[in-house]
C-alpha cells in the first residue's frame, strides 16, 4: 500500500470523548471513526486488523473441530420469550418492531437462535457432539459505552455453542475450547489469564474468562490471583478468607447489650468514630430490592462491601439494587445508617419470592402496628462476631455489645442462611491455599461457559437418546470479542509516540519510509524492498508522500507498524536502517540482508512454540505500556 493511497485520516489531538488510550489511539491514528455513541466505523487500517484476529481465531477454531454457521442478526421476538430471557434481559437488549407490528432484537448473543437450530437439525445422539461457531456483530444498548472497541453498542464477536449428550462430554469440550482459547490469545501476541468468573444463579455452573492484565482504568474487572498455587478469579466470583475472622469488641463494649446515643452516623466511618472501634466490630445490614419488589437485608462486616452479583444469585434474582431512603423508612421503620435488627425477632420462615433461598426472617414484633419484617441473609464475615456493634432502626442510636443468640436453633438457622457476600480484598488470605491474594485489572477478551441444560429445557431442544428417550441437550457456550481483543492488544502495546502492533495481528507488518522520495537512489532502493516483501507474503506500506522525514516517522509510529525499514541516505552504499517499533531497537543492514531479517522476525512472532516460551518466560511490557 503506498501511503499517498491510504485512507488513514490521522489527528493531532485525542478525541475528548475519548477516555482511554485504545480509544484514542485507534482515532488519532485513523483506524477507526466514532458515528454515534458505541458504534464506529472501522477504517481499512482496523479492517485488516479486524482480518488477522478473526483468521487466527477461525483457523483455532476449526483445529478444535468446531464449524463455521453465520446467524441472523434480525431475530424474533418469539425465541426471546421462550427462553425466559425477552422478560428479563432488560434495556441492553435492543427490541423494535417490524411493519406487520411483530417484535423484533438485534441479536446481543446467539443462545436463543442456536438452540432452535440445534433443536430443529439434530434429531438424535449420533449426531452429537457438534460445536458451531459464528463471526458476528453484537448489539447491546450498553449503558456506558465508553471505552471505544472495549465496550462498544454494536461491536463483533466470536460466539460458539456445543451440544452435548453428557455433562462428562461438555467438560471434555471445555477443555477443548480452553486450549483454544489459550493458542488464539497467544497467537494474538496477549498473555491472558484465564479465571473463574460467576456464571449467574445457575448451581455449580462453571465458566471461565480470559483475562489480558493492566492497571490501567481500561481494565473493567478486577482480578484476584494467588501467586503460590495459581488460584485466579474475578470480582465477582473471588472468594477469600479474612487474616483476622473472629473480632471480639469485648475490650470496648463489654459483654452485655446496651443502646448507646450515636447522633448522626449516618455512614462507618463516622460511626466508628463516634464509638471509637474498628469498623470490623460492626455488623452493617443493608436493605436491597429483589427484582423492584421485595426488600431484604445483608448482614456484613462494616469493613467489607457487599459483591452484588453474589448477592443477587443468592437470593435468585434477576436485577437487586439497594432501597432509596422512602423504602428504608417503609421496610424498616428507620433511615439511611441505622438499618438492624439488634431487639428483632429470628424466625425460621421463607417468605414468598425466597422460598427454598432464605429461611431466616426477622420481626419488629415490638412495632406490632407496623407489621415489619424481613428476610436476612449473612455474610460469612459475621458470624465470627462477639460483642459487636448494631443498629436497632432506632435513628440516632445503636447497640453495642450485642452477640448472635447461643442456642442451637438459632445457631442453625444464622448459618443455613450464611453465604459468601462479600467482596475479597487485595490482602485476604487465598480461599485454596491461604497465601496472600493480589489484585490487578483486567479486560475480558473471551469466555467459556457451562451452560449445561439451561437453554434446552427453556426451549424444550431435544434429541432422541442411544435408549429412545427424549433427552434435553447438555450445552456449553463460547464466546471472544473480536473487536475488543484488538483494543485490548493496543491497551497492552503502546507508548507516547503510538500503537506498537503485534506482527501477527498488524494491518502492515512492514513500512518503507524513503527519507526523501526525490532522490533517485533511495527510491528505487525502496520500491525494491518494498516489492520483494510483497512477493515473499510480508504485508508492507511504503511511504511515497512528499512530506518531511519526520512527519512519515511520526505517522508510522501512531500508526504502530512493527519494523520500520528507512531508505536514507545510506542508501548509495545498499545500506539500510530497520528499526523495531516495540522496544526501539535499530541495525543497519545491506539492502540484501533485510528482508531474510525481517523473514525471521516474522517467523519468530508467529511460532506458536516461540511465543508459548516467550511468555512463559515473562516477556516484559511494551515500552511505555501499562504494566
Ligand atoms: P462484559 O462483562 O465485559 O460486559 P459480557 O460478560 O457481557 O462482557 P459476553 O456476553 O460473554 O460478555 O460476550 C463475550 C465476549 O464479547 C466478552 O468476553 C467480550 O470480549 C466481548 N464483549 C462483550 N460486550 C462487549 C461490548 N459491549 N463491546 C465489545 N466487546 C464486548
Ligand atoms: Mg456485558
Known sequence: MRMSQ??????????????????????????????ARGIYNYLPLMQRVMKKVEAIVREEMDRAGAQELLMPIMQPADLWIESGRWAVYGKELIRFKDRHDRDCVLGPTHEEVITSTANNGIHSYKQLPVNLYQ???????????????????????KDAYSFH??????EREYDVMAEAYRRIFLRCGLDTRMVQSDSGAIGGAVSHEFMVLTQTHSGEDDVYYCDSCGYAANGERAESILPDATVDGQAIFGTTEQVVDTPDCDDIESLTKCLKMPASLICKALLYIKDETMPFLVFIRGDLEAEEIKVQNAVAANHIRLADADEVAEFAHSAKGYVGVAGWRMCNEELPGFEGRVSLVYRAEHLKEYHLQLPVLLDSSVLNLKNFAMANNEIGKHVVGYNWPHDRASQELLETNTFDLKRARAGDQCPTCLAELNMTRGIEVGNIFQLGTKYSEAMSATYTDEDGTEKHF???????GISRTAAAAVERYHDQDGIAWPIPIAPYVVSVVPVNADDQTQWTLAKQLYDDLQA??????????????????KDSELMGFPIRVTV?????????????????????????????????????????????ARFKAGQPAAAGAAS
Open 6 to 35: 491510504l485512507f488513514a485520516p490521522t489527528l493531532r489531538e485525542n478525541p475528548h470523548e475519548a477516555e482511554v488510550v485504545s480509544h484514542q489511539l485507534l482515532t488519532r491514528a485513523g483506524y477507526i471513526r466514532q458515528i
Open 135 to 157: 463471526i458476528q456483530n453484537k448489539y447491546r444498548d450498553e449503558v456506558r459505552p465508553r471505552f471505544g472497541l472495549l465496550r462498544g453498542r454494536e461491536f463483533i464477536m
Open 165 to 170: 449428550t453428557s455433562q462428562a462430554d461438555l
Open 474 to 480: 447438555v450445552m456449553g457456550c463460547y464466546g471472544i
Open 536 to 553: 515473499a507474503g510480508v504485508e508492507a506500506v511504503i511511504d511515497d508522500r512528499d512530506e518531511r522525514a519526520g512527519v512519515k516517522f
Open 568 to 612: 536514507g541516505k545510506k542508501a548509495a552504499d545498499g545500506v539500510l536502517e530497520v528499526k523495531l517499533r516495540e522496544g526501539g531497537d535499530v541495525k543497519e543492514l545491506p539492502a540484501a540482508e533485510v528482508l531474510p531479517y525481517i523473514r525471521s522476525l516474522v517467523e519468530e512472532a508467529t511460532d506458536f512454540a516461540k511465543l508459548e
